[in-house]
């Protein structure tokens, strides 16, 4: 756990918590014992289970199990729209909750105390929100331990204090952080954010994507024979015998199909761009809208490739030099476009979270 100098906050010590740590788990339950701490209250959205969902964690049930068992006393203390949610949640783990203003009201707090009758330097709160878990605690005397809220969505009222949150935190991480603790109170580096890894995914699977475009392009014009002769050059004839119009632009037979065989490739690469990412980069588990997001993929996708034209024959125009080498770059470009608007197409609308509350 992180400790923060709440003397050095000045006039930020408000929203200042006293620790900080990356997950509940980690939360030393014997520090918290021996610094004298015997009332534990705990937020519910990424604190102690993911916002909207059910499911506790193995290890987010074995610590309550060791804070109940060591003797604490916990109580919930949730701003949550949904009490019959809260309520499941609260018998599914056996801790009670307050009701009473929404935090940072120092109200539940209140309540809490006095219920169990433990005076505020017994109890500490545990929160992933600074403009209300935190805040809430200060005003009421009692301890806080700031968590990183867990992956995933959130409530949009939630979004607007997460800017309010980072921008404090930024001004508090330079006035009261040592050194030494700067790792253990969650800052993140670049790689470690979640939209970072997702991309980096991504492109992964672009990368295979890509390969399984060719691959099946160059297997469709080189390595198909039927009768010992190229089926590509026979498939290609068919095309301009029956479309002679249409395929006029070919001067060899082969050259008809292909637009054809990129076709194939694109659809295919397409389908494992949609498979692997649902699985890999979203990480989406159940089968809701799976034809939808299928259907999503493929409009993303077939824009993403517009793009890509459209962008690589700009640049060809404009950028200087030999014709390979301004091709080169030109298509970098256009490839480099359209994996943004692939990512954040895949991301925002095809792939984006619903939660059913
Ligand atoms: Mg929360």
Request: proline share 4%; charged share 20%; net charge positive.
């Amino acid at each position: 756990m992180g400790k923060f100098e709440q003397d050095k906050a000045g006039a930020l010590r408000r929203y200042c918590p006293s620790r900080a740590a990356h997950r509940l788990q980690d939360v030393s339950l014997e520090e918290l014992w021996q610094s004298g701490k015997r009332l534990i209250l705990l937020d519910v959205d990424h604190t102690i289970v993911k916002w909207g969902e059910e499911e506790f964690s193995a290890e987010v049930l074995d610590w309550v199990a060791s804070a109940k068992a060591m003797g604490f006393q916990l109580r919930i203390l949730s701003n949550t729209r949904h009490p019959k949610r809260l309520a499941r949640l609260s018998d599914k783990i056996d801790i009670p909750t307050k009701n009473g203003k929404f935090k940072p009201s120092p109200e539940m707090y209140m309540e809490a105390l006095a219920e169990t009758g433990f005076a505020p330097e017994q109890a500490v709160m545990i929160g992933d929100q600074i403009m209300t878990d935190i805040l809430g605690a200060n005003r009421s005397g009692i301890d806080s331990i700031w968590l990183q809220k867990m992956e995933g969505p959130e409530f949009a009222g939630t979004k607007i204090n997460r800017v309010i949150e980072r921008l404090v935190m930024s001004l508090l991480y330079r006035s009261t952080v040592s050194v030494e603790s700067e790792v253990a109170v969650g800052r993140t580096t670049l790689l470690e954010k979640p939209i970072v890894r997702q991309f980096l995914k991504f492109l992964f699977v672009g990368v295979i994507s890509f390969v399984i475009d060719t691959t099946i392009r160059v297997i469709l014009m080189r390595f198909i024979h039927i009768d010992g002769k190229l089926a590509s050059d026979q498939w290609g004839q068919g095309l301009r015998d029956a479309y002679p119009a249409v395929f006029n632009f070919a001067t060899k037979p082969s050259q008809a199909f292909f637009p054809i065989a990129c076709v194939i490739g694109s659809f295919v690469a397409t389908f494992n761009s949609y498979i692997m990412n649902r699985a890999l980069t979203f990480k989406i588990k159940d089968k809701v809208d799976a034809g939808k997001q299928l259907l999503r993929v493929f409009i993303v996708n077939y824009t993403g490739l517009a793009i890509n034209v459209l962008v690589s024959s700009i640049f060809f125009r404009v950028i200087p030099g030999h014709p390979t080498q301004s091709a080169i770059v030109a298509s970098m470009a256009g490839a480099g476009v359209a994996a943004i608007w692939n990512f954040v197409g895949q991301r925002y609308f095809a792939f984006r979270v619903h939660k059913r509350i």
